[in-house]
């Protein structure tokens, strides 16, 4: 069997480079030409793929198809290929295991934490034990958004790389090493990560406590999250919590007071509710009135103010956009600017990207389309609100496109304003305070 090399072509995967290799596959990132979409695509070596190998991943296939979750990456493909294994998933940034080498501060830890209690307790709800929980299992995307993956693959990774003589220890618990795997084994795994994440440090056998870097811990995180971690660590199987769904308890219960300083209760007004700043009155009033106008889904990645994918930059602080994957409306993805794609255009219509897929089957209607384009050589194809260029014959869109409902314009572009709400443009990014 020949080696993957870098621009070849697997079926409708272009490779573009190599992310990694382990001691069970190599991992390389890949353009889907179909979806025009970016991939990830891990591909066992060929020595270890053998027919109980196959029937493993079979196995653990059907058995964690029904694994639904936003924290869960799914398998988006899995099958031989030209003579090689394919296993495709989508493309995270990084995994968990990069992100550590970096200063994080509390408040994200604590997020990324219960991120991945409720990946695992999902699974434990279902009664499906992952057996490799690691940093490197856990993909990081935009927004500090993590994602569990390898459900199925890291269990037949670790038998089949355990039965060639390779493999390491790392966070598997103690009476998982012995061969007796249980949902308590996960909890084990999921402490030793937290402790890591929040010392610096990840403890070794034979696990005694306190485990090296416990100072910082101490003076960082309360007391009743120590005994959390504590409690996970246990060497005796029996005295840890009994699967991720009540560890995720446990953890919501001391989540406002985790954090050495952080206050337990807000302080409140007479009546018992919170106040709301003016920041957020105005956010909700927009959203109101023009919510389902301008398909808003995401948030800003520096504000969090509520945007929608057609926004070149955020209304509420003028920073570029950064497009996350839950905004997109349509099947296909610019690789270029991230945005939602219909599979029939030729062109992306927000950023003048390349062709998405040029052996497209024809276009069919959308409600959304509201104009035609002016070249005459386009045939007066539709437009859609807010588009840059036209998706067909990419000639730059002339029309001032307005906000259905309002009247404001931008004094650069011409295009439809809140004044009300919006302090810029969220088409060109000019400011539209008044002097």
């Known amino acids: 069997m020949t080696p993957v090399r870098v621009r070849q072509r697997l079926g409708k995967y272009r490779i573009d480079r190599r992310l990694a290799e382990g001691g069970f596959a190599t991992v390389y990132k890949a353009f889907d030409t179909i979806a025009g979409i970016t991939v990830a695509l891990k591909i066992p070596h060929a020595k270890l793929v053998t027919k109980d190998t196959l029937d493993s991943f079979r196995q653990e296939v059907?058995?964690?198809?029904?694994?639904?979750?936003?924290?869960?990456?799914?398998?988006?493909?899995?099958?031989?290929?030209?003579?090689?294994?394919?296993?495709?998933?989508?493309?995270?940034e990084e995994t968990l295991g990069d992100r550590l080498s970096r200063r994080m501060s509390?408040?994200?830890?604590?997020?990324?934490?219960?991120?991945?209690?409720?990946?695992?307790?999902?699974?434990?709800?279902?009664?499906?034990?992952?057996?490799?929980?690691?940093?490197?299992?856990?993909?990081?995307?935009?927004?500090?958004?993590?994602?569990?993956?390898?459900?199925?693959?890291a269990k037949v990774a670790r038998r089949t790389l355990e039965a060639s003589g390779s493999g390491t220890v790392g966070y598997v618990a103690p009476e998982q090493a012995m061969g007796k795997p249980s949902l308590r084994s996960d909890v084990f795994s999921l402490g030793l990560i937290f402790y890591r994440m929040f010392s610096g440090y990840l403890p070794e056998w034979p696990f005694t406590w306190p485990p090296p870097g416990f100072e910082r811990v101490r003076k960082s995180l309360h007391a009743d999250l120590i005994a959390f971690l504590r409690r996970?660590?246990?060497?005796?199987?029996?005295?840890?919590?009994?699967?991720?769904?009540?560890?995720?308890?446990?953890?919501?219960?001391?989540?406002?007071?985790?954090?050495?300083?952080?206050?337990?209760r807000r302080r409140r007004t007479k009546s018992g509710k919170q106040r709301a700043d003016w920041k957020t009155l105005r956010a909700r009033g927009f959203l109101k009135e023009f919510?389902?106008?301008?398909?808003?889904?995401?948030?800003?990645?520096?504000?969090?103010?509520?945007?929608?994918?057609?926004?070149?930059?955020?209304?509420w602080c003028g920073t570029k956009r950064r497009v996350a994957p839950e905004e997109n409306r349509f099947r296909g993805r610019c690789p270029r600017c991230k945005r939602g794609v219909k599979t029939d255009w030729r062109f992306c219509p927000w950023c003048y990207g390349s062709a998405i897929n040029p052996d497209a089957t024809p276009r069919h209607p959308d409600f959304r389309y509201t104009a035609s384009c002016t070249n005459s050589r386009c045939a007066g194809k539709e437009l859609m609100p807010f588009m840059r260029y036209c998706p067909w014959c990419r000639r730059k869109v002339q029309r001032a496109w307005k906000i259905e409902g309002a009247k404001g314009r931008c004094t650069r572009c011409g295009w439809g304003?809140?004044?009300?709400?919006?302090?810029?443009?969220?088409w060109c990014g000019k400011s539209t305070r008044k002097a």
């Open 62 to 92: 059907r058995l964690t198809a029904g694994l639904d979750h936003p924290n869960i990456l799914p398998v988006k493909d899995a099958g031989f290929i030209e003579g090689h294994f394919v296993i495709a998933s989508p493309l995270g």
């Open 232 to 264: 996970c660590l246990e060497l005796d199987h029996r005295k840890r919590f009994a699967d991720a769904s009540r560890m995720m308890a446990a953890f919501k219960r001391m989540k406002p007071r985790a954090l050495r300083g952080t206050p337990a």
């Open 417 to 426: 304003v809140l004044r009300d709400y919006w302090d810029y443009c969220p």
């Open 291 to 315: 919510r389902s106008t301008l398909e808003v889904r995401g948030t800003c990645h520096r504000c969090h103010g509520p945007v929608s994918e057609s926004m070149q930059c955020c209304p």
């Open 106 to 153: 509390g408040r994200t830890m604590i997020d990324l934490a219960g991120q991945m209690l409720a990946a695992v307790a999902f699974a434990h709800s279902k009664r499906i034990l992952h057996g490799d929980l690691k940093p490197e299992n856990f993909i990081m995307f935009a927004d500090n958004r993590v994602r569990l993956a390898d459900f199925g693959i």
